[in-house]
């Protein structure tokens, strides 16, 4: 069994950390403090990397790009190394799991549960790894045959938040190596230890040298630099909808890189009269703590039918006060920690305007003190109408805003209302009600009858402005390569010059 299975405290002193730069760790550089969420104490000191280290980061993944000893081998040698890659995942999974709750504050028993579908995405991608494949036209008259040719696009940027440090990351990285890229990661600057600790793994599964790099720090002087990096070839962005425009903006003004983006969202539930309001209402209580509702894709805006909005909320308000909150090396927490001290401000002052506002606070509303760390309770406000601040803001914490609707027409554009379009879900015995409204609302992910399921087969993305692009399952492949058209003549020359 891992030294870290049974690990209930917090380290005594903080690990600390170098970068990872072609297949190695590199230290010398200025450190930075990473405190844990829940409790309070220093428990990783990161890098800070300079604009130098990304330029040697990004010189490393282009030496390998080029020298093919990754995009030239074959798709079952590259599925090789990500298959042994998920063996020393599920081998060193407590160990991970702890170090991504000292930074993130997430229960440990969901951080190890994200752990398994980040080995998953390693054993899906070793498979799309194996079956990438272009296409061919024998269409185009005896003399002409087409193919199309898939090829790697070269040097990837990837950006990463701090909400899901690890499984974002491996719901990208292991599609990236799918399609032979090579990559310079820069994780968040408060969530990085797991980050750095995949280029342990990966090159002890067997990656070539300089196929993933780490470079740390902050997003405004190395994320920026990566995203105006004119040998990048292309960037994929996790994060928050604003700094995606600033990496448009970053890509137009240098070299037209492509770019993968995935963003906000401010993602309806709508609740029909004949739901098994039991269940919704788990799902809805689920969809909106999970994570501390610090989930790109959290349910944050119940849309309920009014015939049964009140009984709804009564239930939902019950569960939700029935959720265990508190410390995240505890095996019992469901809910976790805020995972910065700024974020959790954010979410208060989101608390205090919905009760300035006028909506109807059913159920949570307070900061939670647990002695140590930073907790809120799961909050339900009622009431919500259109031009509020918590009906139309990506909260990013435990906040849910119901509406009440009368026809199913009202439901979809009340879920249609936003700028964003990330993902939805839909609950409803009516095959009918579940499938219209699943074919009428604008979303990338969609649930009925359920929330937050699914696995790396299935592509993730959104639409409107939670993003461009899809990563994940053989989508997230094709995602990192690049179409070539190449046409063959077969027979005589038909002469120009006559
Ligand atoms: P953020 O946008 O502040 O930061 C994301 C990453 O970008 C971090 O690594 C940060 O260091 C870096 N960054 C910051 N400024 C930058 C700049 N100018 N140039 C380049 N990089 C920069 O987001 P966050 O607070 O870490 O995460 C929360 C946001 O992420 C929320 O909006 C959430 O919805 C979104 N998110 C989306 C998804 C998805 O799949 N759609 C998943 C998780 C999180």
């Not at 829940?38 to 790009?65: E, M, Q, S, Y």
């Not at 090396?329 to 979410?347: K, P, Y």
């Amino acid at each position: 069994m891992s030294q870290f299975a049974n690990t209930q405290t917090a380290p005594t002193a903080p690990r600390e950390f170098g970068f990872w730069l072609d297949g190695a760790y590199q230290g010398g550089r200025e450190l930075f403090e990473r405190s844990s969420p829940g409790h309070g104490v220093p428990v990783t000191l990161i890098p800070k990397c300079t604009v130098d280290d990304l330029n040697a980061a990004v010189a490393a993944a282009r030496r390998t790009f080029e020298d093919r000893s990754w995009a030239g081998i074959s798709g079952a040698e590259r599925a090789g190394v990500l298959l042994r890659t998920a063996q020393i995942l599920r081998d060193r999974r407590d160990e991970i799991a702890y170090w991504e709750v000292l930074e993130n504050g997430k229960p440990i028993s969901q951080a190890r549960g994200e752990i398994d579908h980040c080995i998953a995405c390693f054993e899906v991608a070793a498979g799309a790894a194996r079956l990438l494949h272009g296409d061919s036209f024998n269409s185009l008259g005896d003399n002409l045959f087409g193919m199309v040719l898939r090829e790697p696009v070269g040097v990837v940027g990837l950006i990463t938040p701090w909400n899901f440090p690890f499984l974002i990351l491996c719901e990208r990285v292991p599609f990236i190596l799918a399609s032979g890229c090579t990559m310079v990661v820069k994780p968040s600057e408060v969530t990085s230890a797991t980050t750095l600790i995949l280029g342990e793994i990966l090159a002890d599964a067997g990656l070539p040298k300089g196929a993933y790099n780490v470079v740390t720090g902050s997003g405004r002087t190395i994320g920026q630099a990566l995203t105006e990096h004119p040998d990048v070839d292309m960037l994929s962005f996790t994060g928050s909808t604003s700094v995606g425009r600033s990496v448009v903006h970053a890509a137009a003004d240098t070299n037209f890189k492509k770019l993968g983006l995935e963003l906000g969202g401010k993602n309806p539930i709508i609740v029909f009269a004949d739901a098994d309001l039991e269940d919704a209402a788990d799902g809805a209580a689920f969809g909106i703590s999970f994570n501390t509702g610090q989930c790109c894709v959290s349910s944050s805006r119940l849309i309920v039918d009014r015939r049964v909005a009140k009984e709804f909320e009564e239930i939902l308000a019950r569960k939700m006060k029935k959720i265990v909150v508190g410390d995240p090396l505890d095996e019992s927490t469901q809910v976790g920690a805020i995972t910065t001290s700024q974020q959790n401000e954010t979410i208060m002052s989101y608390i205090a305007k919905g009760n300035a506002e006028g909506a109807r606070l059913v159920t949570g509303g307070s900061q939670m003190d647990l002695g140590k760390g930073t907790y809120i309770e799961p909050t339900l406000f009622s009431d919500v109408t259109k031009g509020m601040s918590i009906a139309t803001d990506e909260i990013f914490g435990p906040v849910l805003s119901s509406f009440h609707f009368d026809t199913t027409e009202e439901a979809i554009h009340l879920a249609n209302d936003t700028v964003y379009g990330l993902a939805a879900s839909v609950w409803s015995k009516n095959i009918d009600t579940a499938l219209s409204v699943t074919r009428r609302v604008r979303a990338g992910r969609f649930w009925v009858n359920c929330i937050m399921a699914g696995g790396p087969e299935m592509p993730l993305g959104g639409f409107k402005q939670s993003g461009w692009g899809r990563e994940a399952g053989v989508y997230g492949v094709e995602e990192y390569t690049q179409v070539k058209s190449v046409h063959i003549d077969t027979g005589k020359r038909s002469h120009w010059i006559k």
